[in-house]
C-alpha cells in the first residue's frame, strides 16, 4: 500500500490543481467538490493496479472523478427525501462567500457566482462536459476519448448545456428562474 | 449578448478555484500509513472487520427478505386456499388480507434492513479505510458477494413478475370491480393469478439465480442494450404465442389436474421469466452503470 501511495502521489503532482478544480466546477460548493476529490483519490488508490500505463493517468484520473461524481448525483436524488432539517437537502444555490477572498473583486465574485449557479441547473453530463471544455481547456476529441463516446456526443452535450445556460441567464435577468432550475436544479 | 456574459464568467470562473487549492499534501489517500507509525489497535481492527462482515450479512438477509416477502404475496394465500376444505368465504376472506398485510409487513422490513445494511457498510467503510483491516474485511465479505447479486437479481425480478401478474389481475381483464370482490371470496381469478404468479416467480427465481452465480463468477457480462432487447423480443415472443395457442395457465395443472400436455405451458412461462429477468437486469444495470468505466 505505501508503494502505491509513492506511484499516486508522483502521479498526481503535475495534474492535482487541474483535477481538484474540476471536482469543484461540478460539484454544488467547494466544499462539495474538494469531497468529491478526495473520495475520487481514495478510489484511485484503490483501483491503482489496474492502471498499466503510467501516461494514460490523467484520463484514467478523471475517469475516476466522473464516476464518483455521478455516484454522488444518485446519492443526492435520494438525500432529497430525507428530511435534514438543517437546509443541507440541497436547493442548488450556490453560496458567494465561496468566492470572496481579499484579492477577489465583488464583481467577479458575482461572475463566478453567476456562472456556478448556471452550471448547477445542468444535468451531470452537460455540466461536466462543459467544466472539461470551457473552463478546463481540453479539446472534443480528448473529451471523447474520455467518455469512449463520439466526438458529435460531446458537442451535442455542449450544445445542450450552452443552451441552458443561456436561457438561465436570460431568466435571471428577467427575474424568472429558467425551467431547468426550477426542474432539476440538484448537484452534490 | 448572452454568450459574451456566459464565456467571461467562465472564464472567470476558471480562475476562482486555483488561489485556494488544497495542497496535494492534504488527501486523505496520501496520508502515511497507520503501519509507519505502529499497527492498528487490534479492537479497531476488529471493529470494521466485524462491521463489513455483519453489513454484508445483513444485505444478503434483506435479499432474502424481499424474495421472501415477494414470494410470501402470492404463496401464502395459495397454500391456505389448498389446505382449506372448502373456499369458505369468511375464513379465506380474513385468511387472504392478513397474510397480505404480514407480507406487506416483510417486504417493508425487509427494504428498512436493506438501508440499515448500507449504513452499516458505510460505518464499516469509515472504519475500515483508516487502518489495516479493509484487507481483511474484504476478504470476508468476499464471500458473501456471489450469493447477494443472485439473490438480489433473482429477488427484483420475482418483484416484477408478481407486480405484474397483480396489475394484469386487475388492469387488463378489466374486471377489476369483479376480481376485488373474488379476492376476498377467492375466486377462480385470483386463484388462477396467484398460481401463475407462483409458478412464475420461482421460474424467475431459478433463471434470476444461475445468471447471478454466472455474472459473479465472470462467466456472462452484462450489455444492458443487447439484453434489455433480448427480454423484450423474448416477452413480445412468450406473449405471442401465449394468446396465439392459448396455453391455458398453471392452475390446470397444479390444482384441476386436467390438461397433462403443458410442455408448451412450462415454455412459454420460462420464456417470459428469462425476458423479465433479462429486462430487470438490464434495467438496473443500466441504471447503475458509471457510464466511464474507472479503468
Known sequence: MEAARDRLRRLLEPVHDKAVAFARHVSRSRSDGDD?????????????????????????????????HRNRCRRAFWRRFVPFGDGTAGDGSVDERDYRSHDWTPAAAHAATRA???LATLPADQREAIALFEIEGWTVDEIAALYEVSASAIKSRLSRGRAAMRAHYEAASNGTPALGARVRGQSP | ???????????????????SLPPIAALRALAPAPAATGPAHPAVALLGAAGAYASRVGELASHAAVLAGALSVVALPWLYSVNLEDDDVPAWSQISVLQLAISIVVVALAAR???AAIAARRFARAVATADDPIAAARGLAGRFDTASL??????????????GKLLFAIGFDARWAEWFGRWLWMGPIVEQTVVDAVVAAGAATVVGLGLGVAIARGRLRIRPFAWGAAGAALGVATVVVGTRWDVGTF????VSGADPSHALRIAVTAGGALAVVLVATALAVAMR??????S
Open chain 2, 251 to 254: 392452475t390446470d395443472t397444479f
Open chain 2, 1 to 19: 449578448m448572452t454568450d459574451d456574459a456566459i464565456s467571461n464568467d467562465l472564464a472567470v470562473l476558471a480562475t476562482a478555484h486555483r488561489r
Open chain 1, 116 to 118: 456556478r449557479a448556471a
Open chain 2, 289 to 294: 452503470r458509471r457510464p466511464p468505466p474507472a
Open chain 1, 36 to 68: 468529491l476529490y478526495q473520495e475520487a483519490v481514495l478510489r484511485a488508490l484503490a483501483k491503482l493496479d489496474t492502471l498499466r500505463d503510467d501516461a494514460l493517468f490523467r484520463p484514467w484520473l478523471f475517469r475516476v472523478v466522473i464516476s464518483v
Open chain 2, 150 to 163: 443472485a439473490l438480489a437479481i433473482a429477488s427484483r425480478s420475482a418483484f416484477a413478475i408478481v407486480l
Open chain 2, 113 to 115: 434492513g436493506l438501508a
